[in-house]
């Protein structure tokens, strides 16, 4: 079969390659209405132009108004066969042996726009967010770190995927500024608890399914069939005021330490562009119960990587890890959110949790990398314990296939001070 080549140029270390084509909402120049996208190499192409000209012409794209939206929610909750065709089409459509697009100039100008001249929004009306607690190495790093090795990891832990509810309207697109929150943390001694700016400003390495067609009030999704109910994966920061949490948490888990922003990556790659780059999932010891047995069990080989630039500095490479890290998959995290009849929506979000590796350089935040502050991080000629103001965070994500890369682009935020009381 011969390799699937673009009529675009696509340069070798490119993200957005023909067999990756992942989903995005976009403004093509400042005051023109949102429009939902796809991402090759330098370009992004208009969906709502292909749409118009008629090109979606399969039975369940044609005549649909889904790429006329300013969201992809409904895009989103169509399903599967929808995914699968417009895919097809998109492909047929940017593949070097197609015409219709190739030698058509007009269409061309038209629906592919550069990158470089549009602006990406929060591709999702995201109703709710979850952020779950799906690595083992992160989970037993901050057990040792706040609880010592006799109880490094609860026994629960290796039963459900934890979890806890997030807070969705302060879910970002990647280069939103994050201002340091306010609130308070532990006291020192007698004395009454801290209150003022965080100071154990933090990131968190995750990354995000974002659900398809949801499900019922009152039923669940099996797990087998879970994957049927994910439109894709994006990248995801889970900025964390450490010092706030460590207050707060108990006894009822993140609230201010959490809520005040979290970034995502503007592109949603597919699970079919994804597909190749599937790799066996860790062992579970011991096995899950029924409702969370999967018959393939299964994660993908995306590296990832964080750099931190301190403002006036060049970035430094402080993680690289990998989302095959993850003890609980995505699908069983999906399947277990639903098993009590809750009801999942199109849009909503569900975050991996932190994705830490086995290895020093291979953990997904500071309060690792760090051990809490005690042992400080060399960025550059200067040091961090924790995030400062003026520093950028920087995640990206790629698979690397035979002379092509599925990536993910980037999720960037920088610290802006807290505003004075």
């Known amino acids: 079969m011969a390799e699937l080549k673009s009529f675009l140029q696509v340069s070798p270390e490119s993200h957005f390659s023909i067999q990756n084509l992942p989903y995005g909402v976009f403004k093509p120049e400042p005051g023109s209405p949102p429009r939902p996208g796809v991402a090759i190499a330098d370009f992004v192409l208009d969906l709502s132009v292909i749409s118009s000209a008629g090109l979606f012409s399969g039975p369940f794209l044609h005549g649909s108004d889904c790429f006329h939206q300013p969201t992809l929610n409904k895009f989103a909750s169509m399903g599967r066969p929808a995914w699968t065709e417009a895919r097809a089409t998109i492909q047929k459509l940017l593949s070097d042996t197609e015409s219709t697009l190739r030698d058509n100039a007009s269409l061309r100008q038209e629906a592919l726009i550069p990158m470089s001249k549009v602006e990406m929004l929060v591709p999702m009306n995201i109703g709710d967010y979850t952020d779950f607690f799906a690595s083992m190495h992160h989970a037993k790093n901050c057990g040792l770190i706040f609880r010592g090795p006799e109880n490094a990891i609860n026994p629960n832990w290796f039963h459900l995927p934890i979890a806890y509810h997030g807070r969705a309207s302060s879910v970002v697109i990647s280069g939103t500024d994050i201002v340091r929150p306010r609130g308070q943390a532990p006291p020192a001694g007698?004395?009454?608890?801290?209150?003022?700016?965080?100071?154990?400003?933090?990131?968190?390495?995750?990354?995000?399914?974002?659900?398809?067609?949801?499900?019922?009030?009152?039923?669940?999704?099996?797990?087998?069939?879970?994957?049927?109910?994910?439109?894709g994966l994006v990248l995801m920061n889970d900025w964390s005021a450490r010092d706030i949490q460590g207050w707060e948490y108990v006894p009822l888990g993140p609230f201010l330490g959490k809520s005040f922003g979290t970034t995502i990556s503007p592109w949603i790659v597919t699970l079919d562009a994804l597909e190749p780059f599937a790799c066996d999932s860790p062992k579970q010891d011991p096995s899950p119960l029924p409702y969370l047995a999967e018959k393939t069990s299964k994660n993908f080989d995306i590296h990832l990587e964080v750099q931190i630039k301190p403002d006036g500095l060049e970035p430094s490479v402080v993680t690289k890890s990998n989302f095959n890290h993850l003890y609980w998959t995505v699908t069983q995290q999906l399947a277990h959110h639903t098993v009590n009849g809750c009801n999942l929506r199109p849009g909503d979000l569900l975050g991996t949790g932190t994705i830490s590796g086995p290895d020093p350089d291979s953990v997904g935040c500071l309060l690792e990398r760090t051990w809490n502050g005690q042992k400080p991080l060399s960025l550059n000629g200067t040091s961090r314990t924790f995030l400062e103001d003026g520093d950028e965070v920087l995640f990206t994500g790629i698979c690397k296939g035979n002379g092509y890369n599925v990536g993910f682009g980037t999720c960037t935020g920088k610290i802006l001070p807290s505003p004075t009381l």
């Open 190 to 231: 007698k004395s009454p608890p801290y209150f003022g700016p965080s100071r154990k400003l933090d990131f968190e390495l995750e990354m995000a399914a974002i659900v398809g067609p949801g499900n019922d009030l009152g039923t669940s999704i099996d797990v087998n069939n879970a994957s049927d109910h994910i439109f």
